[in-house]
T-cell receptor, first 114, second 115 residues
Framework: GAGVSQTPSNKVTEKGKYVELRCDPI?????LYWYRQSLGQGPEFLIYFQGTGAADDSGLPNDRFFAVRPEGSVSTLKIQRTERGDSAVYLC????????????FGPGTRLTVL | AQKVTQAQTEISVVEKEDVTLDCVYE???????LFWYKQPPSGELVFLIR??????QNEISGRYSWNFQKSTSSFNFTITASQVVDSAVYFC????????????FGTGTSLTVIP
């Protein structure tokens, strides 16, 4: 079956611009997660959705970051007024939404802010 | 606080050698879950294993084995007879029942298997 997909695979933008990153989870997975991975580091939690609602957004670094999942499936991570420090790989994962269940990751979107 | 430590940043071994990747975790919760993921050069995190805190049985899957010891808060990963295709970054992760659903990842161990 299809895994988690993310688009675009690469995104280059200029400082100050707005970007949207898309995640399409595994069919039937109610939980969706966004992580950010900087070079040489492990993934860092950003936000978690259960269905359409953001159950935990404690990892969002500031109010320039926002994510939605309007129909409980596809999610979009939105970054306003991008900064060079936002450059990283943004990973999306999905799971069945059960306690302690396994998260399955997408290939990520590499964001470069010039 | 939840924390995962992978003290080994980089490891190089010659093909067919055995190698153990260390993972030490911290949590105050009694119910938690431990995971290992592989991240090959392509970048996608590949799930390897999941363990809950009530199951300390070691597990073997082919050339892979895992040693979970609550007494030392460790969840180490051994690859037997390593192969070049095992070259990747390996991440250990912790998920606690009391901190929602987020994972806490270690910083990863980069394994290079030399032919």
């Amino acid at each position: 079956g299809a895994g988690v997909s993310q688009t675009p695979s690469n995104k280059v933008t200029e400082k100050g611009k707005y970007v949207e990153l898309r995640c399409d989870p595994i069919s039937g997975h109610t939980a969706l997660y966004w992580y950010r991975q900087s070079l040489g580091q492990g993934p860092e939690f950003l936000i978690y959705f259960q269905g359409t609602g953001a159950a935990d957004d404690s990892g969002l670094p500031n109010d320039r970051f926002f994510a939605v999942r309007p129909e409980g499936s596809v999610s979009t991570l939105k970054i306003q007024r991008t900064e060079r420090g936002d450059s990283a790989v943004y990973l999306c994962a999905s799971s069945l939404g059960l306690a302690g269940d396994t998260q399955y990751f997408g290939p990520g979107t590499r964001l470069t802010v010039l | 606080a939840q924390k995962v430590t992978q003290a080994q940043t980089e490891i190089s071994v010659v093909e067919k050698e055995d190698v153990t990747l260390d993972c030490v975790y911290e949590t105050r919760d009694t119910t938690y879950y431990l995971f290992w993921y592989k991240q090959p050069p392509s970048g996608e995190l590949v799930f390897l294993i999941r363990r809950n805190s009530f199951d300390e049985q070691n597990e073997i899957s082919g050339r892979y084995s895992w040693n979970f010891q609550k007494s030392t808060s460790s969840f180490n990963f051994t690859i037997t007879a390593s192969q070049v295709v095992d070259s990747a970054v390996y991440f250990c992760a912790l998920r606690s029942s009391n901190t929602g659903n987020q994972f806490y990842f270690g910083t990863g161990t980069s394994l290079t298997v030399i032919p």
